[in-house]
DNA sequence: TCGATATTTTGAGTAATGTTGAATTATGAA
DNA sequence: TTCATAATTCAACATTACTCAAAATATCGA
């Protein structure tokens, strides 16, 4: 990912309402949600949904499938993640042993996607997984 | 952190001219950057960057320390793993097993700062480190 | 104190962004 | 076909954000 890119990505998310809607589509998951829903949930006026969606779209965070006359957006994960990959790379390739901040919660994300998977001792592997600083 | 503290700290670093500022500070470490260092190497105007560095600086993600006529700038990585955090937070509470991608980077950037620590085996626990989907 | 250096502040001009109601397009059902 | 629903596009407006030169502030050395 490129630096213009990047800020591309940030600036889509730099805004409240914007940030409000990408969220509830990444706890929401891969079905998506309804225009019509998103805007309920944010309490938001449909034409400014509709220029906000489009911004998270044309920044690669989101996209939309047509079903019938209802249009579903999904979050894109990988899009995502190829943003924090950009954030944190920085820190690697700098001074990594300062990052420690940076790295804990990075490590307590992948507790919690192992947690997920194997369904087993959920506090004792999250603790195990700490960096200790 | 709340919404509206993470879109103002995404906004400020929405603009690729703070962003570049941002990452070189990263990079720098804890000892900071002179103004007219950052100045010199994002190739800015001496009053744009002022400006930059103020949105920075109010975001929480950068400080600023006097030395004599020159003033070092910081990043704070604690400002930054906060809002890394609050990016994840939504992937651990909706649907965990969806965000691997975004788990692996995470790995990654974890197993980066172990090869630091322990200067042993990089390539190896780096592969071993990284979830497999 | 005076001059030089480093940075910020101010003020102005320009560009970009966000919001909204009204009009438009697309789909499905009767 | 006609009507109702879902969402987008349009056009206008208000607001905010960005950049820069010039002036102001702060610090240091002679």
């Known amino acids: 990912m490129k630096i213009n890119d990047a800020a591309n990505v940030l600036s889509a998310l730099a805004l409240e309402g914007r940030l409000a809607i990408f969220r509830l589509l990444v706890k929401a998951g891969p079905g998506g949600v309804k225009a019509g829903d998103i805007a309920h949930a ?24 047509r079903d019938g006359r209802a249009i579903y957006y ?3 994960y990988d899009r995502m993640s190829d943003l924090l990959a ?9 001074t990594p042993e300062i990052c420690l901040p940076l790295i804990n919660i990075a490590t307590r994300a992948a507790s919690c996607a192992h947690d997920q998977a194997e369904h087993e001792e959920t506090t004792r592997s999250a ?4 960096v200790q600083a």
């Open 42 to 65: 944010v309490s938001a006026n449909a034409s400014t949904l509709s220029a906000n969606l489009n911004v998270l779209s044309h920044a690669g965070l989101i996209e939309g499938r």
């Open 127 to 130: 603790q195990a997984a700490s």
């Open 74 to 76: 999904a979050a894109r």
């Open 86 to 94: 950009f954030l944190m790379d920085d820190c690697c390739n700098g």
